[in-house]
């Protein structure tokens, strides 16, 4: 079956969420796409989300440099999420770390699990 | 820190999208969670979800018995998203296959990665 990225289930703002894994399995990020940064993605092979602050195409790591390759992508079950696995160059979340899930609540408090990287 | 639940960034309807990964790394389905799904959630292990299209608490598996025990909870750095490690019991998705996200865009068409569960 060929594939249409009208297909997908997008939300009332034309918008999927877009999960990103490294490929040992780390969950790096969620963000969104649109229609179009859905196929910017799978054309070019460079993940290419939907900034919805910004209101523009967020080519991830164009300014840090922290590149996202697209390995495989993934269609859930009831087309209205994906699941990218990537080749994540450097640190995923804004803040130097590798995983933007750094935090964890723990015995009712938070905890921090990694630190940003050097 | 001590954990307050209010204190995560909900969509306009209230909800946050929760990303389920198995203990081995396998990300099995993506839903959502308000406020009070939260706190049920990690007050009891079981996983609840709300469900949007019931527009009621979701414990996941009441029905067909596939649990999540909640592993470990994490939040991303925006506060907008979580990712629950959970212990799955069967299959995570309806289709009764392991993860929802079974179908691959590979070559501009689309692959089934994994059948149902026998």
Same mark, same amino acid.
């Given at each position: 079956? +060929? &594939?249409?990225?009208? #297909?997908?289930?997008?939300?009332?703002? =034309?918008?999927?969420p877009a999960?990103?894994?490294? #490929?040992? =399995?780390?969950?790096?990020?969620?963000? *969104?796409?649109?229609?179009?940064? /859905? /196929?910017? #993605?799978?054309? +070019?092979g460079r @993940?290419?989300? *939907? +900034? $919805?602050?910004?209101?523009? &195409? *967020?080519?991830?790591?164009? #300014?840090s440099g922290?590149?996202?390759?697209?390995?495989? &992508? $993934? /269609?859930?079950?009831?087309?209205?999420?994906?699941?990218? @696995? @990537?080749?994540?160059?450097?640190?995923?979340?804004?803040?130097?770390?590798?995983?933007? &899930?750094?935090?964890? @609540? $723990?015995?009712? =408090?938070? /905890?921090?699990?990694?630190?940003?990287?050097?």
């Amino acid at each position: 079956m +060929s &594939f249409d990225p009208e #297909t997908l289930n997008y939300d009332a703002n =034309g918008l999927i969420p877009a999960i990103a894994q490294a #490929t040992d =399995g780390t969950v790096l990020m969620m963000a *969104w796409m649109n229609a179009a940064a /859905v /196929v910017r #993605t799978l054309e +070019s092979g460079r @993940v290419t989300y *939907w +900034s $919805r602050s910004r209101q523009a &195409f *967020w080519v991830k790591g164009e #300014t840090s440099g922290h590149t996202q390759r697209l390995i495989d &992508f $993934r /269609v859930d079950c009831d087309r209205d999420c994906l699941l990218l @696995v @990537v080749e994540q160059a450097g640190p995923a979340c804004h803040t130097n770390r590798r995983s933007c &899930f750094y935090t964890a @609540v $723990r015995d009712g =408090g938070e /905890v921090e699990l990694m630190a940003p990287e050097a």
